[in-house]
């Protein structure tokens, strides 16, 4: 019985050969000065969003010739500056065919104001897509690195407005 629990624990703790592969500087996915990301909430295009435009020679049949609304999800993310303070940026990616694809990257301009140190960035929920689309997400920071973190919340609407205030807890 020993020696079969001694098994296990070498096992567990070597792990076979291959599971983790050790990732070069030269593969870096994610930046080091990305401090702090979520993805989370939702958005999708109306067929009012679309604009269709045909080519001369184009198939008359508007059927065929019409696109199909794009939809995804929104990325929350901060960058860490040199001098420790953060900017925080809002992605649109869109789910397409071929993989996620960025549609849109905005700077906070509120958050940069504030010259902020990140501690944390998170969903209004981890259990996967919410019901309605638009973003609910709370950023953690301080304007002292002495005092304590206080929240900021994100929110867009199903509309697509940005609104970005003191959590009120």
Known sequence: MQ?????????LFT???GLAKAVTPADTILPPAVIFATSTGYWEESR?????ERAPGAASDPAKTQ???????YK???????DKTSKIYLQQIAQADSGPEIV???????FTQLKPYVTD??????TGMGK??????TVYLKTDPNAESEGWTVLIDEFGEITIEKATN
């Open 76 to 82: 929350l993310f901060s960058v860490r500056q040199p």
């Open 132 to 137: 309605q689309p638009g973003l609910f997400a």
């Open 15 to 17: 792990g076979p050969a």
């Open 67 to 73: 696109l199909q609304p794009r939809r995804g999800y």
């Open 121 to 126: 960035i998170r969903p209004e929920s981890s």
């Open 48 to 52: 009012a969003d679309i604009a269709i």
């Open 104 to 110: 849109s990257s905005v700077e906070l301009d509120e």
């Open 3 to 11: 020696l079969r629990t001694a098994l296990l624990a070498a096992a």
